[in-house]
């Protein structure tokens, strides 16, 4: 017998599900509007389509038939792992492709967290860390990181989490951990060190010399961002031979499809296409930092494709947020987290759409 709601009564799927995924909030993404017209500034998405290479791999993989479609992708994705191994100078045996870099964190905290095996995050940073480690059972212990990005590097090192996540630059604070930093606690850290360079090609980070010395060291990188390719689902996991081996025994055995092979495989040869769109954003960036600070606004010095500003009092952050939806522009604000409440944080987009952008929410934070 069905209640009004269509549920069969006295049934109560919450309860026959796992005590971790029954007590754990969903991850709430940037909102994807269906309609037109909007300027989404909330999720750090690229305002430049893909290489042209990019595209032409896409279009060639699927032919004119699409008949490739019929076939199971590399299991491996074995091109693609290739292309970033040869784009860092290291081998194919460091590299676990993921749908997403999303999907690497999953297998991190898979592979190496438990409810003995706690994790580890500076707060705030990329709350979904927190959803994975709670689905997973994992307890998580935040270490506190100021508005200016500072952080006590040793209470990171002896947080007592198996697997800690160090997202350089900061999410959402924009801001870069010095390499000398991120050195001393791969040397300190006795667990697995996770360096989340989800924005790292739009600042000088890059952990990849400290793979070397460090066989504790994974970073993760995706194409999402730098790479105009948040629609396909790509990212990867850079690791010592043995900590890869393990998360491949964790992932679906087709975990990227084909398409997504192919266009990352690409995307990685394209370098001066992209040195142009990253220099593009980072002048974008620069520029309306320097237009909302001449207002009074305080902006953090950002070193990704995104940046935290507050508009100034009597103006308040959910007020000019409201005002910019009112406009179908979206940016994000995070109100629940206290050194994040009183910011927007808002993705650069082109010249143009950064333009627009400025006027209105100058206009907005002066009412
Ligand atoms: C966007 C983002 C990711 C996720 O990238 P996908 O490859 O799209 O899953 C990972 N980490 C951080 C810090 C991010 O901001």
Redesign the pocket.
């Known amino acids: 017998m069905n209640d009004t709601s269509g549920h069969a009564l006295g049934f109560d799927a919450g309860a026959l599900a796992s005590a971790a995924i029954a007590s754990q909030p969903a991850y709430a993404p940037g909102e994807q509007p269906s309609d037109g017209g909007w300027l989404k500034l909330n999720t750090?998405e690229n305002p430049f389509p893909p290489a042209p290479a990019v595209v032409e791999a896409v279009r060639r993989e699927l032919g004119e038939t699409g008949a490739s479609l019929r076939l199971y992708p590399s299991p491996g994705s074995n091109a693609l792992r290739e292309a970033a191994a040869r784009f860092h100078g290291l081998t194919p045996g460091n590299v676990l492709a993921g749908n997403?870099?999303?999907d690497v964190?999953n297998l991190l905290v898979r592979a190496f967290s438990d409810s003995s095996k706690p994790c580890g995050m500076l707060d705030p940073s990329?709350s979904l860390y927190t959803v994975l480690a709670g689905l997973n059972g994992a307890r998580m212990m935040a270490v506190p990181v100021d508005i200016e990005g500072r952080f006590d590097a040793d209470a990171v090192s002896g947080c007592g989490a198996n697997l800690f996540f160090l997202?350089n630059p900061n999410?959402p604070l924009g801001v870069a951990i010095p390499q000398e930093t991120v050195r001393a606690i791969a040397a300190r850290f006795p667990g697995i060190l996770v360096v989340?360079e989800?924005y790292a090609p739009f600042s000088g980070a890059d952990a990849v010399p400290l793979l070397r010395e460090f066989p504790n060291v994974v970073i993760t990188r995706?194409f999402?961002?730098a790479y105009s390719l948040?629609g396909l689902r790509v990212?990867y996991a850079l690791g010592a031979p043995e900590v890869i081996a393990l998360l491949d025994r964790v992932r679906d055995s087709y975990n990227l499809d084909r398409l997504a092979q192919a266009a990352g495989a690409a995307a990685l040869g394209a370098r001066d296409y992209y040195a142009g769109v990253i220099e593009a954003i980072r002048l974008a960036r620069d520029q309306t930092t320097d237009r909302l600070r001449a207002s009074g606004w305080r902006v953090l010095p950002s070193q990704a494709n995104f940046i935290l500003a507050a508009p100034p009092p009597p103006a308040t952050a959910a007020g000019v947020f409201a005002a910019l939806k009112s406009r179908k522009i979206l940016v994000r604000h995070f109100p629940r987290h206290p050194v994040t409440a009183p910011f927007l944080r808002i993705s650069i987009g082109s010249p143009e759409e950064m333009r627009r952008f400025a006027t209105a929410a100058l206009e907005a934070a002066a009412i």
């Open positions: 750090n997403g870099s999303d964190l990329y997202t999410a989340d989800a995706t999402s961002k948040a990212g």
